[in-house]
């Protein structure tokens, strides 16, 4: 087992307690739907081409354009520095062996590359309607299976079990996994929303939009395990986020806010 891997779950075995206590409350009437069991219409769109496809729109109306993260592998990068010619100098061993070593070269390159987990949505790409009685209905009837598919995603990523990540049949999970949390961005940035539910829709959209990056980033940790480690450095402040995302959601469905 790698030690990147045994990282990473370490990690997320650590938002299992923050979202288990989240657990309980969805199992209200309204967010006790069953899952979609359709074929994901995401076809394979990473989470940064889901969230360009959508903010694209906004392109016309908006005073700066939209720019999408660039496809950028840090650990690439980052040994680009210290190795030439495919060998890494005394001078460059002397460095790695120094104290500050860390703080002068790994540091900086993460700090300066930080993955955006929280992006921004703008009204103008989302479908707001008039609040009403009716249409606050079916908006959770609508939302339910995408909700309900986010929140069992978390719950699959809690409980991976850290010796068998790599075997196969995980792989080809965490596969379809992203391919249904990038079905239920889709679903959701179509919705019909009504006005007093905009900022808790957005949360919800931009929390599924951190846990599909999440389950890529498991994906290519082997490519770029430093990326994949800046991501999870994150997990506590996605884990709260998610939570509260879903702790709104469900209070929201009951009449609560």
Known sequence: MRKKHLIIIGILVFLIGIIGGAYLVLRSTITRGELANSTPASQGKSSDELLDELLKLNQQESESEYIPPEKRNLTEEYLGKIVSDGNISQETLTKIESTDFLA??????????????FPFIPDTVLKIIPDSKANSQKYFKDTNKDVITFFESVRKMTSLDAEKITEPENINEFDNTVSLLGTAFENLSKASIPKKYVELHKNMMVSIFSLQKMFESVLNSEEDPLKSLLIFNEAESTGEFWKQSLIDYDNASKGKK
Do not use: C, W
């Open 104 to 117: 002068s070269t790994v540091l900086p390159l993460l700090a300066s590359n930080k993955p955006e987990l």
